[in-house]
């Protein structure tokens, strides 16, 4: 009896130990420098371990090990598939390559131009959430006259009012830091009004000068630090060639 305990103690060692599996390798930066104080961790476990001085690592593990990720302070985050004593090499993080760790919420002031140049703007707030793949609400404006009904005949003076008002709303897409894709829609409203000699306005929409329609907005945002730069257009109107309404805008991500 005795001796089978022993064979069945020495038979479930044997297993444990061909179970187990050594990940290890070392961790430097770019010129070959060996980084200590990295954390090493088996993807899809707990189990992980902090580089020596030299920069080596080594983790006994039973669980099925096909990747390391690799974590330091200052530096891109590194996932790599587990080879013999691998090398793993970490880039210091910058502006440019740095990937968003988390969602966060976007405020941005933003400017439509539905006129040629930048006169005449209509102004209003972007609010959005972005990570890799994010949402907005977007709505400019600008004020509108009172204007009467057109009518063929009238008097004017040869002078004009317009007022732009766009609503849209869409999705944001990370293109690689530090650029972003906004693609959305929405309505948009258009308003031209000629003014009469006695001193009121005179409606334009039977003109096509004028318009209430469905608008597609679509553009590009770039990320510096926790700022948001973005510029694109919105496409609008009634008519057979539809307007392009430029719009630009800065914000922050926090």
Same mark, same amino acid.
């Given at each position: 009896?005795?001796? #089978? *305990? ?9 297993? /444990? ?13 770019? %010129? ?24 080596? $690592?080594? /983790? ?19 996932? =790599? =598939? /587990? ?52 949402? +907005? ?12 009904? +057109? $009518? ?11 007022s732009f008002i766009g609503a849209t709303g869409g999705v944001i897409f990370r293109?690689?830091?530090? *650029? ?10 258009r308003q031209v009004a000629w003014e009469l000699a006695n001193g009121k306005y ?6 096509? #000068?004028? $318009? ?30 539809? %307007? ?5 805008? /800065?914000?922050?991500? *926090?």
């Amino acid at each position: 009896m005795k001796k #089978l *305990f022993l064979l069945t103690g020495l038979l479930m060692a044997s297993l /444990i130990a061909s179970a187990q599996q050594v990940v290890s390798g070392t961790v430097t930066d770019k %010129d070959g420098n060996p980084i200590p104080g990295a954390k090493v961790e088996i993807v899809g476990s707990t189990e992980s371990c902090i580089t020596e001085l030299d920069g080596t $690592y080594s /983790i006994e593990t039973t669980a099925p090990a096909k990747k390391v990720r690799v974590q330091y302070a200052g530096m891109q985050t590194a996932v =790599k =598939k /587990i080879k013999p004593d691998m090398v793993v090499e970490l880039s210091n993080t910058n502006w440019w390559n740095a990937k968003p760790d988390k969602y966060r919420w976007l405020l941005s002031v933003q400017g439509a131009f539905p006129e040629a140049g930048v006169s005449n703007p209509s102004l209003g707030l972007m609010v959005g959430r972005v990570k890799n793949i994010g949402w +907005y609400v977007k709505g400019v404006y600008s004020p509108r006259e009172s204007a009467i009904d +057109y $009518y063929s005949g009238a008097w004017t003076t040869g002078k004009d009012t317009r007022s732009f008002i766009g609503a849209t709303g869409g999705v944001i897409f990370r293109l690689g830091s530090p *650029f972003h894709l906004y693609v959305g829609g929405g309505y948009a409203t258009r308003q031209v009004a000629w003014e009469l000699a006695n001193g009121k306005y005179m409606d334009t929409k039977d003109l096509d #000068l004028s $318009y209430d329609s469905p608008a597609i907005d679509l553009g590009i945002m770039m990320k510096l630090g926790n700022f948001m730069l973005n510029a694109g257009t919105m496409l609008a109107g009634d008519g057979e060639s539809p %307007d392009f309404v430029g719009n630009f805008g /800065i914000g922050y991500c *926090f």
